[in-house]
């Protein structure tokens, strides 16, 4: 089976733009699919050029209030969040046309959105996406890339559970180095296989921060320096263009197969 990817960090270390770019350039070898986790995210469509799908996973099984009374008999049940949503072995091919949106090799699926005042906490959403992420087979020259909010509660809620890998995304500051560290050590705890992505990297800030994470025993796979193409586009809300950080990108999917075992 192929790789399920999951791509974490701080809230604005550039999680979606690297979810983005690995999917430019992994859809040029074989399909990809994007899942949206993070209920709060807005832009991950413009930057792949897609259309939101008609539905999110959630409002496909019924909606918040559906998704929160199963989750709830679970933990009346078995005192665990881990609840059965889909069958097993769901292959991409399987999901509901109306959850999906895609453009040639790339498509993309949400998990669930906040969308009003007082609807409560995300825990359904973390929920669905662990169910979803365990059942959700791979096939030969398919890929999975997981994009999630900000911070490590996805963590907490399992959603790692059903992936193979997991990216850490650091940008230049401390909170990002923190975040890495104990994210690493999270992944360490659940027999994840992990790896450090550092990104907006400009030139003298490089050795401060590899040294900074080297204090911390931990070494990065890939270093994507800052570009003004990169943040003019999401300043104006544009997609990423297909060849921005080209050669970067590359070593990096050189670097995760290698994580994953495929080289």
Same mark, same amino acid.
């Given at each position: ?6 791509v974490?960090?701080?809230? $604005? +270390? ?14 040029? &070898? $074989?399909? *990809? @699919? ?7 995210? %807005?832009?991950?469509? =413009? ?8 539905? =999110? ?8 209030p559906?998704v ?9 049940? +078995? ?11 769901? =292959?991409?091919d399987?999901?509901?046309p ?12 949400r ?20 169910s979803?992420?365990?059942? %959700? ?10 994009? =999630?909010?900000? $911070? *490590?509660?996805?963590? !907490?809620? !399992?959603?790692?559970?059903?992936v193979?890998?997991v @990216? @850490? ?6 909170? +990002? ?21 550092l990104?907006?990297v ?11 994470l080297?204090?911390?025993?931990? &070494? ?10 990169? +943040? ?10 297909? !060849?921005?950080? !080209? ?12 994580? *994953?075992?495929?080289?």
């Open positions: 089976m192929m790789p399920k990817l999951l974490c960090g701080r809230g $604005g +270390s550039g999680k979606s733009t690297l979810v983005a770019l690995l999917a430019q350039c992994l859809g040029e &070898e $074989g399909k *990809v @699919l994007v899942v949206d986790a993070d209920e709060s995210n %807005l832009g991950l469509g =413009t930057m792949l050029r897609l259309q939101p799908p008609e539905k =999110t996973l959630m409002d496909y099984l019924g909606g918040k559906a929160r009374e199963k989750l709830m008999a679970a933990l009346r049940g +078995s005192g665990d969040e881990k609840v059965q949503m889909f069958a097993e072995k769901t =292959t991409i399987d999901l509901p109306e959850c999906m949106y895609g453009n040639g090799q790339v498509a993309w699926v998990i669930g959105k906040i969308e009003h005042v007082m609807e409560g906490c995300a825990c359904p959403m973390g929920a669905l996406a662990r979803f992420l365990n059942n %959700l087979i791979v096939g030969k020259d398919e890929w999975v890339l997981v994009d =999630t909010e900000a $911070g *490590v509660e996805h963590f !907490g809620r !399992g959603v790692l559970e059903g193979d890998a @990216l @850490l995304v650091a940008e230049p500051s401390h909170e +990002s180095v923190v975040l890495v560290d104990k994210a690493i050590s999270l992944c360490r705890e659940a027999g994840k296989r992990h790896a450090v992505v990104n907006k400009v030139e003298e800030a490089e050795p401060v921060l590899k040294k900074m080297a204090e911390r025993g931990v &070494e990065a796979s890939g270093v994507l320096p800052y570009s003004p193409a990169i +943040s003019w586009a999401n300043l104006w809300g544009e997609p990423l263009e297909g !060849g921005l950080m !080209g050669s970067e990108i590359n070593a990096l999917v050189g670097k995760i197969k290698g994580l *994953v075992g495929l080289i």
